[in-house]
Structure formats: C-alpha cells, structure tokens
C-alpha cells in the first residue's frame, strides 16, 4: 500500500521509526511532515495528509500528535476524511471493521513504539464489515 505520514514533535520520532518498518514489509510512504522534533503546529501537518489522502495520492494515512486529539479532529474537519484514534490493537482493528477509518491516529506520548507496531498490523490487516456500520458511517454528515 501507499500509506501517507504526518506527526508534530511529539509524534516525530515514533513517525520515523514506522515509516522504515512500514518500508520494510513491503509499503510505500510518502512523509507529509514534520520533520524535526523542533515544536510545531499538528494542524499544519494534518491538512497535507488529508490533502493526500482526499486526492488518492495516498491509500491511507498515519497520524501521531502527544493525545492524538489535535490531529484527529483536524483531519476530521475534511469532509472524506474518517480518522480514527487507537491506543490498543483492538482498537486499531475496531476502528477500520466498523468506522472503516482511512487515517488512523496514535497518540505518541501514551502509547510504546511497540504498540504502535501492534496497532498498524491490526489495521493494516483489518476489512471493512460494512452493513449496519456502512449506515451508521452515512449518517455521520451533519444535516442540522
Ligand atoms: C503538543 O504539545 C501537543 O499539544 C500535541 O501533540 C497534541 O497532543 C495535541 O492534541
């Protein structure tokens, strides 16, 4: 697959790390920043992988901010964009199985590297169910 990056200093390292061992089992990656672990600005960072992600110039996208907040809820401000936050394996594989989430996020500074690793592989490896959860993702447009 051609998985897209992004992280803020404080997911930067972590973002390094997988994008060798993504490499190393076979994916392509494209880094859409940071890339130093000088302080910046998630946002900023969230928008080009979106970007990447919305045009296909990208199948998916990682996403590392320290909670995982700022950049999920930055990339979810993209209409077709679903990112979604994991912190375990399960979630991780929760999170494309029923939210069927084209960006997922982690949060660096709660989580190992190891976990990480774990989280991706459950993703990576996970298949959207569709049926109910099809539904319940069309009705995530606000209509109000
Ligand atoms: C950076 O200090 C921190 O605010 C950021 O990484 C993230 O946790 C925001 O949601």
Not at 33 to 52: I, K, N, P, Q, R
Not at 95 to 113: D, G, Q, T
Not at 120 to 130: I, K, P, Q, T
């Amino acid at each position: 697959m051609k998985i897209g990056l992004c992280a803020d200093h404080a997911g930067f390292e972590y973002k390094e790390r997988l994008k060798k061992y993504l490499k190393s089992k076979g994916h392509e990656t494209v880094d859409y920043g940071t890339g130093s672990a000088e302080s910046v600005d998630y946002s900023d960072f969230a928008h080009l992988l979106a970007e990447g992600v919305e045009t296909a110039a990208v199948d998916c996208g990682i996403a590392f901010c320290g909670t995982g907040n700022g950049m999920a809820m930055t990339l979810n401000k993209h209409a077709r964009i679903r990112a979604g936050l994991a912190w375990n394996p399960e979630i991780g594989r929760l999170v494309k199985a029923h939210n069927n989430a084209n960006v997922l996020v982690m949060p660096a500074r709660f989580i190992s590297y190891r976990m990480v690793c774990r989280i991706v592989g459950e993703w990576l490896g996970a298949s959207f169910e569709g049926g109910r959860h099809l539904r319940r993702i069309e009705k995530m447009v606000c209509t109000l």
